[in-house]
């Protein structure tokens, strides 16, 4: 009888273990021109072609970077040029209505004004111009919102409903209104 030539680890199948790897990096010919090589092993290999083929329809990092910078110097001026005009018609309203000056830094005061003024501009259309009430009850509420000169309370209040005016402005507690008496 003639031994076995067989190990116990041969089972029979073939298994190639010097396979060549998954292509780990890739040649990026991006959107904007530029190719670029890429490192991809920190993800799956069976998702790595897709996603060197969503690089390629997108612009390569450096140029994603500077329209980046291009877009937020836009923004930033766009931003500053509409919080002037807000803060422009925020001053000429509280002056239209004879709204006492808020209280706070400087940058609340600011800020509770614009606040300030949408809130009382959209319940105003809200109750008045939309709703049933009259002008005397509009009046009452408009005394009420003179009385609120903490910056912070019209800040808090931003995102509430015009409708809520009212009941918001009787809400508020005597740290919200001014007091002749300093040490209270």
Partial sequence: MKPQNTSSTNSGSRIQRNSPPSKKFWTIAHACGHEVERDLSDRPA???????????N????????????????VKAAWLAAKRAEEQAAAGTWSAQYRMPPLEGSERGIAWGERCRHQLVSAAYTALVLEGDM???????????ARTITRAGWWIDNRASEPDDLPELLAAATSGDRPCENPFV
């Avoid at 069976?46 to 390629?56: I, N």
Wanted: aromatic share 10%; hydrophobic share 35%.
């Fill in 134 to 144: 009259d002008d005397d009850a509009w009046q009452q509420i408009e005394d009420a």
């Fill in 46 to 56: 069976d998702r790595r072609a897709g996603f060197a083929e969503w690089l390629a």
């Fill in 58 to 73: 997108q612009e390569c990092t450096d140029c994603w970077k500077a329209t980046r910078v291009d877009r937020e110097e």
